[in-house]
T-cell receptor, first 112, second 113 residues
Framework: AQSVTQLGSHVSVSEGALVLLRCNYS??????LFWYVQYPNQGLQLLLK??????LVKGINGFEAEFKKSETSFHLTKPSAHMRDAAEYFC??????????FGSGTRLQVQP | KAGVTQTPRYLIKTRGQQVTLSCSPI?????VSWYQQTPGQGLQFLFE???????NKGNFPGRFSGRQFSNSRSEMNVSTLELGDSALYLC????????????FGPGTRLLVL
């Protein structure tokens, strides 16, 4: 069985500051890992995914994530936060059954 | 290409009633998955359909059911609604392989009174 832990339910940064959202996973098989973003009253939008092709994955809107097997982590980063990045972010792992197991989410607040 | 569409977007029901939600996947996608999102439990997998067959199922009671049609459109049904069924129900479609991205619709927000 797989699981995902997102450290920090709320993260607040200043506009222009580094964004770091933490995700640790547990999986009995090589994982497929995803980051999704959810804006208020909307569904989930894929930011990026890891499928073992490269450990550093670049996504949309300037986000990237690094897969570290030794640390079982897949943290999401963005060098410079923008006001429009304020949203809830979910890390997810996919097992061989294709169902996504989500973390509890991290709400990112960007201060002007 | 049009994205995943879900209807209706909002729904209000009373306890004991049943409800049917609809999902139209991205054209060419054969897999449709359903998820429930609540403040307390977060995002939880309900079930997945592929080529009209349920391929995977989460840990939900039998009151939750679904089906998929030959055009890949899917419906989920919840019978004998309970207050705790109030949630955002999200549908996601994909091509169907393990590593394929699931693309989510905007969701149906169900309120049970």
């Amino acid at each position: 069985a797989q699981s995902v832990t997102q450290l920090g339910s709320h993260v607040s940064v200043s506009e222009g500051a580094l964004v770091l959202l933490r995700c640790n996973y547990s999986s009995s098989v090589p994982p497929y890992l995803f980051w999704y973003v959810q804006y208020p009253n909307q569904g989930l939008q894929l930011l990026l995914k890891y499928t073992s092709a490269a450990t550093l994955v670049k996504g949309i809107n300037g986000f990237e994530a690094e897969f570290k097997k030794s640390e079982t982590s897949f943290h999401l980063t963005k060098p410079s936060a923008h006001m429009r990045d304020a949203a809830e972010y979910f890390c997810a792992v996919s097992d061989l059954g294709r169902a996504l197991t989500f973390g509890s989410g991290t709400r990112l607040q960007v201060q002007p | 290409k049009a994205g995943v569409t879900q209807t209706p977007r909002y729904l209000i029901k009373t306890r004991g009633q049943q409800v049917t939600l609809s999902c139209s996947p991205i054209s060419g996608h054969r897999s449709v998955s359903w998820y429930q999102q609540t403040p307390g439990q977060g995002l939880q997998f309900l079930f997945e359909y592929f080529s009209e067959t349920q391929r995977n199922k989460g840990n939900f009671p039998g009151r939750f059911s679904g089906r998929q049609f030959s055009n890949s459109r899917s419906e989920m049904n919840v019978s004998t609604l309970e207050l705790g069924d109030s949630a955002l129900y999200l549908c996601a479609s994909s091509l169907g392989a393990v590593q394929e991205t699931q693309y989510f619709g905007p969701g149906t927000r169900l309120l049970v009174l």
